[in-house]
């Protein structure tokens, strides 16, 4: 845990997200398909929400500028093997961020050590939206699902995961992004781009319970140890470290630093 306390906004949408643990040990007699049993159900603040739960439980001090929870994730689990059988999501779709609570957001930017955006692309936050918020602060982490453009080039760090990369490095001029782009590998780590193309950033393998969450754990941890200590490959190895425990756990986990 930081030894000071940092004050960071996180901007984004948020989830329910629901763990439905059970067991199948039949198939149904009409369709080839296993029958379900819940024995329980376990909640947890997503997307958004999950990065501020990180960010507190390592010592920040948070304040949340999100979607109501209307989103719900939820996953039907084998309670024995950790299996998951199905997804189901409802009300994917956020209320757009209000013109009043953004001007709040950009009223009180100077107050915080950094601004997390956790863009999930549910609708919460436009490119505009984060356009603004980082013209108003130097310290802005960015998540995004979006095509990342001029909109997010003044941020400190923009995050995206390998599939995300796929879909848009043919759409983007990696020039623009040095030391700013950073692309997580799942069990393979991450990278940064750098002025000499990608350097890659390990990490030690683990026994992988559940990927639910990790990048927002990853995100946490970035942020935490960049405000400390200023360097980005400490802080990139800490994000990976602190990944690498969150999917040690079932379901989605919040890390104390």
Same mark, same amino acid.
């Given at each position: 845990?930081?030894?000071?306390?940092?004050?960071?906004s996180?901007?984004?949408?948020?989830?329910?997200?629901?763990?439905?643990?059970?067991?199948?040990?039949?198939?149904?007699?009409?369709?080839p398909?296993?029958?379900?049993?819940?024995?329980?159900?376990?909640?947890?603040?997503?997307?958004?929400?999950?990065v501020?739960?990180?960010?507190?439980?390592?010592g920040?001090?948070c304040?949340?500028?999100?979607?109501?929870?209307?989103?719900?994730?939820?996953?039907?689990?084998?309670?024995?093997?950790?299996?998951?059988?199905l997804r189901?999501?409802?009300?994917?779709?956020?209320?757009?961020?209000k013109?009043?609570m953004?001007?709040?957001i950009?009223?009180?930017?100077?107050?915080?050590?950094?601004?997390v955006?956790?863009?999930?692309g549910?609708?919460?936050?436009?490119?505009?939206?984060?356009?603004?918020?980082?013209n108003?602060h130097?310290?802005? %982490?960015?998540?995004?699902?979006?095509?990342?453009?001029? %909109?997010?080039?003044?941020?400190? %760090?923009?995050k !995206?995961?390998?599939?995300?990369?796929?879909? !848009?490095k043919?759409?983007i001029?990696?020039?623009?992004?040095?030391?700013k782009?950073?692309?997580?590998?799942?069990?393979?780590?991450?990278?940064l781009y750098?002025?000499?193309?990608?350097?890659? %950033?390990?990490?030690?393998?683990?026994?992988?319970?559940?990927?639910?969450g990790a990048?927002?754990?990853?995100?946490?941890g970035?942020?935490?140890?960049?405000?400390?200590t200023?360097?980005?490959?400490?802080?990139?190895?800490h994000?990976?470290?602190?990944?690498?425990?969150?999917?040690q756990?079932?379901?989605v986990?919040s890390?104390?630093?």
């Open positions: 845990m930081s030894q000071k306390t940092y004050k960071i996180v901007v984004g949408d948020s989830c329910l997200d629901a763990f439905i643990y059970g067991k199948a040990d039949r198939l149904c007699p009409d369709v398909v296993p029958v379900f049993t819940p024995i329980r159900r376990v909640t947890n603040s997503g997307m958004a929400g999950n501020f739960m990180n960010l507190e439980n390592m920040a001090e304040f949340l500028f999100s979607s109501m929870e209307k989103n719900i994730k939820e996953r039907y689990v084998d309670l024995k093997t950790n299996h998951t059988f189901v999501d409802k009300n994917d779709k956020s209320e757009p961020l013109e009043q953004l001007s709040h950009i009223e009180s930017a100077s107050q915080y050590d950094a601004i955006i956790s863009d999930y549910k609708g919460f936050v436009s490119e505009e939206d984060i356009k603004t918020i980082c108003w130097p310290n802005v %982490f960015i998540d995004t699902k979006k095509v990342i453009g001029d %909109f997010c080039k003044k941020a400190k %760090f923009v !995206i995961n390998t599939p995300e990369f796929e879909a !848009i043919h759409e001029n990696l020039k623009d992004w040095v030391n782009l950073i692309v997580t590998q799942g069990d393979r780590g991450c990278m750098t002025e000499n193309g990608f350097h890659y %950033f390990p990490v030690e393998s683990v026994d992988v319970h559940d990927l639910s990048g927002d754990t990853f995100l946490a970035l942020v935490m140890k960049y405000l400390d200023s360097n980005t490959n400490e802080a990139i190895e994000a990976n470290k602190c990944a690498a425990k969150a999917v756990e079932r379901g986990y890390l104390a630093d």
